[in-house]
């Protein structure tokens, strides 16, 4: 995946039916300090952090990388929506060289439930299309997050591989744009 650089970031915001997806602000601070510090939220990505310790750490503009969309609703930050490069080094890849774009989400617990996650994730895979035709996705979740390995599935990811990282059997699956082969 050609990165995505501070030429082509943050894009104009994504509106979908209920949701916009736009580049993070200041006022998004207290959104992600709670994100990251939610024992639900960890529950599948290696545990929450403690909350002092994402307060010192977090930014005055919290997630500001290409790659990283806010997912706002009403007005108000509920979860992080990503497609940034796959590292070369993590099992999990659709090309010999890697590089695919990974597509990952969070979403505040209040969020869960009302197919956020699914709206947020197609608008970004489409976005993505638009950008970078033909470019592969590819996605990874714990098979113990049985939620995460059904969206996938609904958004069009096939499973590749399973694997063992970070402690846990990972799902590895890839997605492709309708009108492209699978890589």
């Not at 990874?140 to 939620?147: C, G, I, L, S, Y």
């Amino acid at each position: 995946m050609t990165e995505l650089g501070p030429d082509s970031w943050p894009p104009a915001p994504i509106t979908t039916e209920r949701l916009v997806l736009r580049a993070s602000e200041a006022r998004d601070r207290a959104a992600f300090i709670e994100l990251f510090s939610s024992p639900e939220v960890g529950t599948y990505i290696g545990g929450a952090r403690p909350r002092a310790e994402v307060e010192g750490a977090m930014p005055e503009i919290p997630g500001r990388r290409p790659g990283l969309f806010v997912i706002e609703r009403d007005g108000t930050m509920i979860g992080v929506v990503t497609i940034e490069p796959r590292a070369a080094d993590r099992r999990g890849h659709v090309r010999p060289e890697g590089g695919e774009a990974e597509l990952g989400y969070l979403l505040l617990p209040a969020a869960w439930g009302n197919g956020y996650a699914a709206e947020a994730c197609a608008a970004t895979l489409g976005w993505f299309t638009e950008t970078r035709p033909g470019e592969p996705v590819v996605l990874t979740t714990q098979t113990a997050n049985v939620r995460a390995m059904r969206l996938a599935t609904t958004l069009g990811f096939t499973e590749v591989e399973r694997f063992e990282e970070y402690g846990a059997e990972q799902w590895f699956g890839a997605w492709t744009h309708p009108s492209q082969p699978h890589a």
